[in-house]
């Protein structure tokens, strides 16, 4: 995987026949790696041991990453893109490159929301989105890339990743979910829109310490008169009385406090302890729209 944030689960991808395979590069040949967020797509014919592979995204300077292969559709792929080289928060929006015709086409062009993955549908029609939205990490559908791009909210809160689709049944998937008060499980989300948990692996540990129960998401009016976000958690032991306050500050600085259940900076640990938590979502901050971001 390319660094520092590359992934080796998304930066590469066989076709259905197994025929082509796609790849995320970054050029290394001078010192420019350095500062430069210049990645691209290239494909290889697996079936000719001597063809080169071939870039379909050098005219972009900018971040292009994450192909993937259309589950029935041997010439189509499909990958994030940035536009503005050597801003890593840039917005991230899904191109479909078709190699036949050597095309390329952006999904919701007109949205102001970072796609942070993708999965394919079976069907190679629809795609599920993961999106940073209002602090959440939340399940959009696309219905149809080729003839319908409306999408579909399927879950609104949390931290949802790491979609499996149902090969037999569409809209059904499995997936893992946390949130600022509970670690992570599977769960399975049917087509008639149902959600339920398939592992409960922590509820032994969890039920050994004291946790909150609530999570109150409140704003303000901040700088531009525009509205800003943050978290409050207050302290585990449910006091009354007044307690010590644990102001989180986020770095990035283009990045979040998420409802997501931290191996790092988790509000639990000090609300634990009788602090009371606030964590801000500033100016920066992404999921709020690119133009907060860009504040």
């Known amino acids: 995987p390319t660094k520092p944030f590359g992934d ?3 930066q590469w991808s066989f076709s259905a026949s197994g025929n082509s395979f796609a790849f995320t590069r970054q050029h290394d040949e001078d010192s420019s790696v350095a ?6 797509v290239y494909t290889v014919d697996l079936r000719t041991a001597t063809q080169s592979p071939v870039c379909i995204t050098c005219e972009n300077i900018a971040t292009d990453t994450d192909p993937s292969y259309s589950p ?17 928060s840039d917005q991230y929006k899904v191109k479909v490159y078709n190699g036949s015709m050597n095309t390329k086409v952006t999904l919701l062009d007109n949205w102001d929301r970072s796609i942070q993955a993708m999965t394919w549908s079976p069907n190679g029609q629809s795609l599920y989105l993961e999106i940073g939205e209002e602090a959440s990490n939340v399940i959009y559908y696309l219905v149809n890339i080729y003839t319908n791009h409306s999408v579909d ?33 599977i769960y399975l989300y049917s087509w008639d829109g149902s959600i339920r948990a398939l592992t409960n692996h ?8 004291i946790l909150s129960k609530e999570v109150e998401k409140f704003s303000f009016m901040g700088a531009n008169n525009e509205a800003v976000w943050g978290w409050h958690v ?8 007044r307690a010590p306050l644990a102001f989180l500050i986020h770095g990035g600085p283009q990045s979040s406090w ?13 609300s634990a302890q009788g602090y009371a938590v ?18």
Do not use: C, M
């Not at 500033?282 to 504040?295: I, M, V």
């Open 153 to 185: 909210l399927l879950i609104d809160n949390g931290t949802s990743h790491n979609i499996h689709p149902d090969a037999t049944q569409e809209q059904t998937f499995v997936f893992t979910y946390d949130s600022l008060l509970q670690p992570a499980n």
């Open 278 to 295: 606030i964590a801000i979502n500033f100016h920066g901050s992404d999921s709020y729209g690119q133009n907060f971001t860009d504040s």
């Open 35 to 40: 500062w430069t967020t210049n990645l691209d």
């Open 72 to 88: 029935t559709d041997e010439n189509l792929l499909i990958y994030r893109s940035h536009s503005v080289p050597g801003y890593e």
């Open 8 to 10: 080796a689960k998304a």
């Open 258 to 270: 998420y409802d997501a259940w931290g191996s790092g900076w988790n509000f639990q640990s000090y």
């Open 234 to 241: 207050a302290p585990a032991n449910g006091t009354n009385q």
């Open 202 to 209: 922590n509820t032994a540990l969890l039920s050994k310490v």
